[in-house]
């Protein structure tokens, strides 16, 4: 369907460029862009390049979708070492260190000089580009930037007499158990594929919990891990315990977590904000979303964002450089910010496009839609909750889910399980310092 | 009648190479696809092996045996070993054996066996991706109509938790995507086996499953063992695709096979030295096994008749 879909556009395509004056089709520049991005939300990426090309006549952006964020990060690696990158790539925020030391990018600060755009970079939002920022520049586009939320179907809490979700884990546990008890849902909640980014590390940031020392790795390539010493253990003790229940289900392989939760199965559902797409398109239910719970007790501070950025790969002409910076300045611009955090779910990447959503009233119309803005704004943020940052981060977050697996199977204990896994994550730091040392 | 054979083989390859150069322009493709193809790519692995590298080709350095070491002496490779050698001997006896039954139940069948033999070979023609994933949603404890069957029958089948179960998954979706494979053998060693002497043994009054076990098999011999080999490499290198899709080694690595692990820590996980290192021991271990294969099984393979 979406292969049919995709040729028989390539094919118009093809049609029109032929169609058009062929001194203009020769002007124009082609620049590559690599993405990740399927479904719903990769439809709207595509869209994006193509009001782009719309906008203007000097360049072509082309969209290719190379598979999911590892196909995508592999392959740009292949074409790098074959010298056939591409101009633009979309790398997941955990490959944020593997790009920026990789000697193969152009930081986007410097390009955006070099063909001298003015960009206001402090009215990006703070929460999204201090994640990507290097000794204070802006290394890569801010695309698409999420954060966790919990999800609830309204008709269950209403039913159980709750109202909404509890902003505690310990009140929250007693309302799914009840939910679960009176035979209201199925389960209470789905757990989410990406449990790691919103159970494990955006639950360290809210609860203010150390992940790392060294500023969970901001500060240095020397980091160490910590998670097995704050309250990660108990928290994954109280996972293990749900899902023994049935309080929580696993979708598991062949079938999603975000189905359990549209399908009315389960109660509530933490995932990215970016789910809206899909949500509000596929939900036959009374769906509304808010918070991320935080420890009784505790003073909840902000989320940290997941998602990912563009980045400019080394290797290309200055022409097609320029092409890159007005694409980057394109991307960057309020209606197009507005138009993209509208449509997916995505944040919007300035304080302008936020104004600008807000002023025409859209929030009010649709409150989930601002829950992640306000809650990564939320507080002041702390060293526990700026963000992470970790040289083969893929490789540790890996690790750790291996062994929360051996928890969920009853093989380990949550502390040895998290011991195992600072033990294995340390090794990988230590390794990657080893190769990168003096280069950060 | 043995002896005359490797004398007439050697006076067969003077006779029509007396000019050696034409022997060798004729070997040139296949030497240049080889070196391609196997050489250079195993060359580098090797090479990659005793490597600490970033990714992008940018630094290296030069780490001796530390891939090596390092694999070994971590518990999650051994544990992969062993969740291999599992996989492996499970995946090839259930192909072989469930292969030979639906084989001479198919020569048994007189009407038609065309369409059984149709229906048996389409799993061959299923991508393994596709096929992972047709096994995964039946068996999903959540959705699967055959995981709520288990639940039914009072079984607590859970493979997205229980290693036990994810194991049996994949062992069963690797096993019916490979005895297609094993059956096109087997169905034609069957078909080769002389008429005269299954009429013989009817005449003596054998009945079909006696006829199968005491003639069939026996002749069969040769075929066993080279199923044998091609289910050991099948279940060693071809199966990444499958484990992916239903497990993803999962949970806490019940399922990950070696070659899953090199896939899993070179492609996604981006550790270029380890997956090498981890490549040239797959290697060896294959290596090992079909020459141990070779030396002890098949002596006792009669290729005569």
């Not at chain 1, 293990?240 to 929580?248: A, P």
Request: glycine share 8%.
């Amino acid at each position: 369907m979406t292969i049919a879909r995709r040729t028989m556009m390539a094919a118009l395509a093809a049609i029109g460029l032929a169609a058009a004056p062929s001194v203009q089709a020769q002007q124009r520049i082609e620049i590559q862009w690599w993405h990740a991005m399927g479904g719903v939300l990769g439809e709207r990426t595509n869209e994006v390049a193509q009001r782009f090309n719309a906008s203007q006549t000097k360049y072509t952006v082309v969209a290719v979708n190379k598979g999911n964020y590892d196909e995508v990060i592999n392959g740009v690696i292949a074409a790098y070492r074959a010298k056939r990158q591409p101009h633009l790539v979309q790398i997941y925020e955990r490959g944020f260190m593997t790009m920026l030391l990789s000697d193969a990018v152009v930081p986007v600060h410097q390009l955006m000089a070099d063909n001298n755009y003015k960009v206001d970079w402090d009215d990006f939002i703070k929460p999204v580009a201090g994640f990507y920022m290097h000794k204070g520049k802006l290394m890569t586009m801010p695309f698409n930037s999420s954060t966790p939320i919990l999800w609830y179907n309204k008709d269950h809490f209403e039913k159980a007499g709750f109202g909404k979700p509890a902003s505690t884990w310990q009140e929250l546990e007693k309302q799914l158990y009840e939910i679960k008890a009176k035979g209201i849902a199925e389960c209470g909640s789905a757990l989410a594929g990406d449990y790691h980014w919103s159970l494990i590390e955006n639950y360290s940031a809210i609860n203010d919990q150390p992940y790392a020392t060294k500023s969970n790795g901001f500060d240095g390539l020397d980091t160490e891990l910590l998670f097995n010493k704050t309250t990660v253990v108990p928290q994954i003790a109280r996972l293990k315990k749900w899902l023994d229940d049935g309080v929580m289900q696993m979708a598991g392989q062949g079938f999603s977590p975000e189905q359990l939760y549209t399908s009315g199965k389960c109660a509530t559902f933490i995932a990215s904000t970016a789910a809206h797409g899909s949500v509000e398109r596929n939900a036959k239910i009374a769906w509304s979303a808010t918070y991320l719970p935080h420890e009784q007790g505790v003073t909840a501070r902000n989320s940290t964002i997941g998602g990912a950025t563009v980045w400019v790969m080394k290797g290309h002409k200055p022409e097609e450089y320029a092409g890159v910076a007005a694409f980057m300045n394109f991307l960057a611009s309020t209606d197009l910010q507005v138009w993209w955090h509208q449509v997916t779910g995505y944040v919007p990447l300035t304080n302008a496009a936020y104004k600008a959503a807000k002023s025409t009233g859209y929030y009010d119309k649709n409150p989930t839609r601002e829950i992640a803005v306000l809650q990564l704004s939320r507080g002041t943020p702390t060293a526990n909750s700026v963000g992470f940052r970790f040289g083969n981060f893929t490789q540790i977050m890996f690790a750790q889910r291996q062994e929360f697996e051996a928890v969920v199977a009853g093989k380990k204990t949550p502390q040895q399980a998290m011991d195992d896994a600072v033990r294995r994550g340390n090794e990988i730091l230590r390794q990657y310092e080893k190769l990168h040392a003096g280069k950060y | 009648m043995a002896k005359a054979a490797p004398a007439r083989e050697s006076g067969l390859k003077r006779a029509h190479f007396r000019e050696p150069r034409t022997a060798y322009l004729l070997l040139l493709p296949q030497l240049l696809i080889l070196a391609l193809f196997f050489f250079i790519p195993a060359i580098r692995a090797l090479a990659q092996a005793f490597l600490l590298a970033d990714p992008f080709g940018a630094r290296s350095q030069f780490v001796w045996f530390d891939n090596f070491t390092a694999l070994l002496s971590s518990p999650e490779y051994q544990s992969s070993i062993w969740v291999t050698v599992v996989f492996t001997i499970a995946q090839s006896a259930i192909t072989l054996f469930v292969a030979v039954v639906l084989a001479f139940a198919t020569d048994r069948v007189v009407r038609g066996r065309g369409t059984y033999r149709g229906i048996l070979l389409l799993p061959y023609a299923i991508a393994p991706v596709i096929a992972g994933i047709l096994w995964a949603f039946l068996f999903n404890p959540a959705v699967g109509p055959l995981a709520h069957l288990l639940h039914a029958l009072g079984i607590p089948w859970d493979p997205n938790r229980n290693g036990d179960h994810a194991m049996i998954l994949v062992i069963a979706a690797a096993s019916w995507k490979h005895i297609c494979y094993d059956y096109i053998f087997l169905l034609a060693g069957i078909l080769a086996v002389p008429q005269s002497l299954i009429e013989a043994a009817a005449v003596d009054g054998a009945g079909p499953i006696l006829r199968f076990v005491r003639i069939v098999i026996p002749l069969l011999g040769p075929t066993f063992f080279f199923l044998m080999v091609m289910n050991f490499v099948y279940g060693l290198f071809d199966t990444f695709a499958i484990v992916d899709a239903v497990t993803r080694g999962g949970p806490a690595g019940a399922t990950n096979i070696l070659v899953y692990k090199v896939y899993q820590d070179g492609f996604i996980n981006l550790d270029l030295g380890s997956s090498a290192a981890q490549s040239v021991m797959l290697m060896a271990f294959a290596l090992v096994l079909t020459v141990l294969q070779f030396r002890y099984i098949e002596r006792s393979v009669n290729y005569d008749v």
